[in-house]
């Protein structure tokens, strides 16, 4: 797929399918989410695009060779400034900075549960759940340039030639190789031997019982004795503006949780496509949290709590 766009005797060509056009949104908000971490950033990423799409003459949108590799390239360009001003603002973010959490398809707020047949009403429907999205590979991410993170993802994840890369990156293709080998040892060096999904759902589901149950010796039993536990407020709500580390003190901040807050309510969820947390408080979302799970053990929390992160669970009710 070639990402050159060719400018010329545009009357020779008719104009791309309307239908076509628009039918590339579901891949650049897949690409986006996984460049951005947010899925408000990446909506807005992808409006962008389109606008500039639609403010080229039918002329010039006929000219272009392939409108779905011209979309991407641009999204891509954009998601790039984005994460060049976002390590500036994330700098002045109070406490811990965490991707913005995905639901499951038919777990989204205010979803329709029919099989995708209808519509989307929702940004996150948009959004394939796979490896590449989980909460852990996110946070790896987020290490990474914004030159390596573009490089990685359009390769590795989207399978992008080299070449294409570097005429979106504006780099050589040898230099784009090199970021993505540099993000990749990001990544081999990060990751944990991943746990199967049954016994990842099992643990989690025993350490959603022990928490409800204020087990403290239970929880640090489910805890892995190094475990790390990151909270993000976004200073609009209480949160440890550190992460918490070791079992016994993750154990304990989790019952204090509880104690703050009797009636809180705790539901199974897929977060990021993993079996995570879900935290309600008279009937609205208040923390979700994705959890990694190592040997038995949670090894990682992430736990969201900036209402601003959590619109596509906010509105859905207690089962």
Known sequence: ????????????????????????????????????????????????????????????????????????????????????????????????????????????????????????????????????????????????TPAERVAFILHDVFRYPFAEVAEIVGRTAAACRQLATSARRRIRSAQAPSAPAAGRASVVRDFKEAWEAKDIKALVGLLDPDATMTADGGGLVGAALRPVEGSARIAQYLIAIADKAPGLTLLERTVNGLPGLVAQYAGVTVTVAALDVADGRVTRIWAVRNPEKLGPWTERGQD
């Open 1 to 144: 797929m070639s990402v050159s766009t060719e400018y010329g005797h545009g009357h020779d060509r008719s104009e791309p399918d309307l239908s076509a056009v628009d039918g590339e949104r579901r891949q650049l908000m897949n690409l986006a989410y996984r460049l951005l971490g947010s899925l408000a950033e990446a909506e807005d990423a992808v409006q962008e695009t389109y606008a500039r799409w639609y403010a080229m003459s039918p002329q010039e949108r006929a000219a272009v060779r392939s409108p779905g590799a011209w979309l991407t390239t641009v999204a891509s360009r954009i998601c790039l400034d984005v994460l060049g001003s976002a390590r500036v603002r994330r700098e002045r973010y109070v406490g811990e900075w965490i991707p913005e959490p995905l639901p499951d398809r038919s777990e989204w707020a205010g979803g329709r549960v029919d099989g995708g047949r209808a519509e989307p009403v929702d940004p996150a429907d948009r959004i394939t759940l796979d490896e590449s999205v989980n909460m852990a590979f996110l946070v790896v991410l987020e290490s990474m």
